[in-house]
């Protein structure tokens, strides 16, 4: 899986992770501040990055936090497990 450098869009930034995954969640847009990729610059949000793994740096750049692109699959129920 790629992973793709972001950082806030349109001059956000961020004082904690749980507010980056918030607007990350809430599909606002990232800009993509990774050297290593063609799509350097250009604005991404959570609909775009399907099949990414984003690393996002917030607080004037100085901190990272992984967002998480996909929703975690449900656990498996073990044998015997019911539902009421």
């Given amino acids: ?30 800009r993509i501040d990774d050297l290593s990729s063609s799509d350097n610059g250009r604005y991404i949000n959570k609909m775009d990055a399907k099949g990414l793994s984003i690393r996002c740096r917030y607080e004037n750049q100085r901190n990272v936090t992984w967002l998480q692109n996909e929703p975690k699959a449900p656990k498996a129920k073990k044998v015997g497990d019911y539902a009421d």
């Fill in 1 to 30: 899986m790629k992973i793709l450098n972001v950082a806030p869009a349109y001059g956000r930034d961020y004082k904690s992770a749980a507010v980056a995954k918030a607007d990350w969640n809430a599909n606002k847009d990232f």
